[in-house]
């Protein structure tokens, strides 16, 4: 199908951008498009305006410091996912990332984009939300930064205001003691996840000090459980209580519940693995 007609915008600054979001309600941001134009074209939106953003100077960095990573807004996930300093900094962002799609979606689509478009069964708002990250937007009223646990609202929906556009993700760095752990159930190596886990420990000497876990594919939004102290089967037990998985045209609700005992066990293995001997 063709997209429902609309007006198209491809500011050269930021400011140009916002002001052009302010002035068209409804308008929506186009980032790798690899979301939104398939929405577009099965009319399941029909914005009145696109604001395409890859005219933006200064936002494809993917920048590491002492604290963390910081990716832009125009950051591909391939750039993400191919970055040394990145992957060093916080691995988990490159465990996850290989689950992203296929290679050409990744060469398109934004790692930013993906995390405001707030997709619960996409893998980097788990990650982002695991992660105790935030966002930064900007729009004509200034900007401001959005902490992971106020970003995902609903099916869907984050708590950006139409007007605003996300600029960067802050993923915090490994600690020390840190460890971490990815994995994923899906049909096809690149489809997206049946149920996916994303996991980091702690350790404090000889005792696992913090333990949270973050699932994908499982409820409305990304949810984080926190398992600390918990044996394995405690922790999935924990994380049934908290989740409800559902069911549909790919799982039923059973088949969920049980990937996720599983996945929970080998995350937390894995991450605890990782977090090396006291
Ligand atoms: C066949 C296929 C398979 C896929 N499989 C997976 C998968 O397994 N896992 C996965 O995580 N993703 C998957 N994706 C989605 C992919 O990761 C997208 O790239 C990502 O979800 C959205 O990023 P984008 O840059 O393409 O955003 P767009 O499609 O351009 O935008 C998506 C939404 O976010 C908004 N938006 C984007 N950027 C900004 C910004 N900077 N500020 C404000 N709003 C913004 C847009 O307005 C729109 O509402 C798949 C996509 C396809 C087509």
């Not at 099965?42 to 960095?61: E, T, Y």
């Not at 996930?77 to 290679?103: K, M, N, T």
């Not at 037990?237 to 969920?256: F, S």
């Not at 996945?263 to 991450?271: E, G, N, Q, W």
């Amino acid at each position: 199908m063709k997209p429902a007609p609309f007006r198209y915008r491809r500011p050269g600054s930021l400011e140009e951008a916002l002001e052009a979001l302010a002035a068209e309600p409804g308008a929506k941001v186009l980032a790798g498009g690899q979301s939104l134009v398939p929405l577009l074209n099965m009319r399941l939106a029909a914005p009145p305006a696109l604001v395409d953003i890859n005219g933006l100077p200064d936002l494809d960095h993917v920048t590491v410091s002492d604290d963390g990573v910081r990716v832009g807004a125009l950051a591909r996930h391939a750039d993400v996912l191919a970055h040394e300093g990145a992957r060093e900094a916080q691995p988990l962002l490159a465990r996850a990332l290989s689950h992203v799609a296929h290679a050409t979606i990744r060469n398109r689509g934004t790692t930013v984009g993906s995390i405001v478009h707030a997709d619960a069964a996409a893998e980097m708002p788990t990650v982002l939300a695991v992660l105790d990250g935030s966002v930064t937007v900007a729009s004509v009223r200034g900007t401001r930064t959005i902490p992971a646990a106020e970003l995902f609202a609903g099916p869907l929906e984050s708590t950006l205001a139409a007007d605003e556009v996300a600029t960067e993700a802050f993923f915090p760095a490994r600690r020390p003691g840190e460890g971490s752990g990815f994995a994923e159930i899906a049909r096809r190596h690149g489809d997206y996840a049946l149920v996916g886990v994303a996991g980091v420990v702690r350790r404090e000497g000889d005792r696992l000090a913090e333990a949270r876990l973050g699932y994908l594919s499982v409820d409305d939004v990304p949810t984080v459980v926190d398992v600390t102290g918990l044996e394995p089967d405690a922790a999935a037990d924990r994380a049934l209580e908290v989740l409800e998985p559902e069911a549909d045209i790919h799982a039923t609700a059973a088949y969920r519940a049980q990937l996720v005992r599983v996945l929970t066990r080998r995350v937390l293995a894995a991450a605890t693995d990782d977090a090396g001997q006291p």
